[in-house]
Structures are given as C-alpha cells and as structure tokens.
C-alpha cells in the first residue's frame, strides 16, 4: 500500500517548457487534489476532483491544467512555465465520509511533495 | 485570498510548555482538520472535528471549535523538541474543496 505518490521529487524546467507532474493513490479515495506551498503563503489549492471524469478549479488554477481519467490517476499540467510557478508542489487524497445526509471531504492523504524551479 | 488564517504565525516556548495555536476562517464549514509539516516534508494529519463537535482530544492534542466566532484552536500539551513543525488548518464545506491557511510555525526548545 503507496498511499499517494507523486513523480517526480525535483524538476527544473525553462520557461515556456511544459511539463506533468504525475500523481498516483492506490486508496480507491474520489477526492484528489493540487496544492502548491510557497514560503510564508501556506498551501494554496490549484486544482480538485470529485471523481473520475470531473474536475474543478482551486484559488490559484491559472496556468494549470488538470485531468481525471481514473480514480487513481490525477495528474497536473504546466502549459508554459513561468518563474512564478516555481513551487513545491503537493498532491493528497481523501475518502469522503457521510454526516447528516451531507458527503464530506475527511483526512487528507499528502505525497511527498514535487519540487519544481522555473529558470 | 485563502480561506483560514493561523495565529500566532510563530511561536518560539521551552519543552514541556504548553502550545497554543489559532486559526480563523471565513465561510461556513462541514469539518476542520489541523496538520503537521516537518521541514522540507509532506503534511500529517493530526485531527479532525466536525461542524456539530464543539472539543476533541487525540493524546496530547486538544482541539476546540467555535462555529459561532469562525474559529478553532489547538493545544499542544508538555510539548517536546519534536513537536517543532509548522502546523496548518483546513476547513471544507462539504465534499468539494479543502482549503488551507497560513500556518504556525512552532519552535520547542530542548
């Protein structure tokens, strides 16, 4: 049992280069998810999905695309990048849970982290 | 602009000490999570507390949450040296989004 990995740990791109960062969780979770961390802003979410098949924008998705063909599967997707997209990346899962007739997002499974420097 | 805010943004106290740390957010929510980062590492999940729970204890964490005010807490008892971490909230509003804020950074001198 993996849990959530994600490849790969370091990556330096130039700009204008696009590239994939690979997410993969072996938890059969619905709920996967995009975070990048800079110092000092905490975790921004970029990207999320409900589900195989359906996606949705976070607070920063510019810049990013996002697919969702699998429930193991969620990978990201830098079109052209920029130095302000450099980054560590963060990817988690979650199972969801019921409450009082609501469906709920519960604990959050993180990867390692992806290191990513735009030149 | 994000949705949760920690306070104090750093904390600096002796080992055996207790930890308090903040976090408000600005919507209503389904549930609160908090979580530890080790330097240079992933997030750990420390507790969950749902929107009807008001406390919640796991080991020495002691999490409390004020829906009233928009606000949760969490208390780290006798803290140690390896308790420094930086420490975050989430919240979500149901099944969609988990959103983050800004963090503690927390320092337990030996």
């Known amino acids: 049992n993996a849990g959530v990995t994600q490849t790969p740990k370091f990556q330096v791109l130039k700009t204008g280069q696009s590239m994939t960062l690979q997410c993969a969780q072996d938890?059969?979770?619905?709920?996967m998810s995009w975070y990048r961390q800079d110092p000092g802003m905490g975790l921004r979410l970029i990207h999320y999905s409900v589900g195989a098949g359906i996606t949705d924008q976070g607070e920063v998705p510019n810049g990013y695309n996002v697919s969702r063909s699998t429930t193991e599967d969620f990978p990201l997707r830098l079109l052209s990048a920029a130095p302000s997209q450099t980054s560590v990346y963060f990817c988690?899962?979650?199972?969801?849970?019921?409450?009082?007739?609501?469906?709920?997002?519960?604990?959050?499974?993180f990867g390692e982290g992806s290191r990513l420097t735009v030149l | 602009s994000q949705q949760g805010e920690e306070d104090p943004q750093a904390l600096s106290i002796q080992e055996g000490e207790n930890a308090t740390m903040n976090c408000s957010y600005k919507t209503s929510i389904n549930n609160l999570q908090w979580y530890r980062q080790n330097s240079g590492r992933g997030l750990v999940h420390l507790i969950l507390i749902r929107s009807n729970e008001r406390e919640k204890h796991s080991g020495r964490l002691r999490v409390t949450l004020d829906t009233s005010k928009k606000s949760s807490s969490l208390l780290i008892t006798a803290s140690r040296a390896a308790d420094t971490a930086s420490y975050f909230c989430?919240?979500?509003?149901?099944?969609?989004?988990?959103?983050f804020g800004t963090g503690t950074k927390l320092q337990v001198i030996p």
């Open positions: 989430a919240t979500s509003g149901g099944y969609q989004k988990v959103t």
């Open positions: 988690a899962s979650s199972p969801y849970y019921w409450d009082s007739h609501n469906l709920n997002t519960g604990e959050l499974f």
């Open positions: 938890m059969n979770h619905e709920y």
